[in-house]
């Protein structure tokens, strides 16, 4: 194995995509959390807390989305998938579009300066959700969770 | 009544030979699967088993997905001697080793799972 091949530094007994999940999925339920409490406690300072730490697991789903697809891609030729492995890709997908519409709703509001909707709520709790099964799932088939 | 007879007569010609035909056959294919042994290997808990397996030449190779989740049998050489699907679980690959040489391969989902086929 070359050290400078980009095929090896990707994936060969390291995949990044499996080191790189766990920023976004850390950053957003944090974020989440930190808007609830924020919300509860009615503190500014944690709601700007969780702005920032919803706008990086934002930006952090890009680089997880791109190294899972090419690794579909490239170690598995793009084959169509089943199963579990099928699952993780669509529950993946639905959750970074999650996280960047919470987001999305945080960094309007903030720009408008406007009070946070009370709509975000449910939608933070279902997306907290989805995310930790995604990522159960992705250890799942990592053998971290088998 | 003679018609009948040579009705009779070429009717049980026509099954016996269809008989022997079938039985000739289906020895052949015995022959054949006699020839070539396939031998197993089991996927189980991120494991190939055995890891290292010596066959000899001609020799096919089955790999069974015994795991709960899915795995892949691929060669590491380039370009690849042998590159399974995804295999689900209670899946099969197999592939026939008809050159001598010693094939290492691994699981391209979980990179760490390795194994090896000596062909002699």
């Known amino acids: 194995m070359h050290p400078f091949d980009v095929k090896t530094i990707l994936f060969a007994k390291h995949a990044q995509h499996v080191v790189l999940i766990h920023f976004p999925i850390a950053l957003f339920i944090i974020g989440v959390l930190f808007d609830f409490l924020g919300q509860w406690k009615k503190q500014q300072l944690l709601a700007v807390a969780a702005y920032y730490n919803l706008c990086v697991a934002a930006i952090a789903t890009f680089p997880v989305v791109v190294t899972g697809i090419v690794a579909w891609q490239w170690e598995l030729e793009g084959q169509k998938l089943k199963g579990i492995l099928l699952m993780h890709l669509v529950m993946g997908c639905v959750s970074s579009v999650l996280i960047c519409l919470v987001w999305f709703i945080h960094m309007r509001t903030r720009r408008e300066q406007e009070d946070l909707p009370g709509y975000r709520l449910p939608i933070e709790a279902a997306a907290v959700v989805i995310v930790s099964l995604t990522g159960h799932l992705g250890g799942f088939l990592s053998g971290v969770n088998g | ?120």
């Not at chain 2, 070429?10 to 020839?35: D, F, I, P, R």
């Not at chain 2, 890891?51 to 060669?75: C, E, F, Q």
């Not at chain 2, 979980?110 to 000596?118: A, I, R, Y």
């Open chain 2, 1 to 120: 009544m003679r018609s009948v007879l040579t009705i009779a007569g070429l009717t049980a010609a026509l099954v016996l030979g269809t008989l022997v035909v079938c039985t000739g056959q289906s020895s052949h294919v015995a022959n054949a699967q006699e020839k070539m042994p396939s031998i197993e290997v089991k996927i189980d808990n991120f494991s190939f088993g055995p890891a290292t397996l010596t066959v000899p030449v001609g020799s096919m190779v089955t790999w069974t997905n015994r795991d709960d989740i899915p795995h892949t049998v691929v060669s590491t050489d380039d370009p690849k001697t042998f590159k399974s699907k995804v295999l689900d679980t209670n899946e099969k690959f197999s592939f026939t080793f008809s050159k001598a040489g010693t094939y290492p391969y691994f699981c391209s989902i979980h990179p760490k799972m390795t194994g090896k086929v000596v062909v002699q």
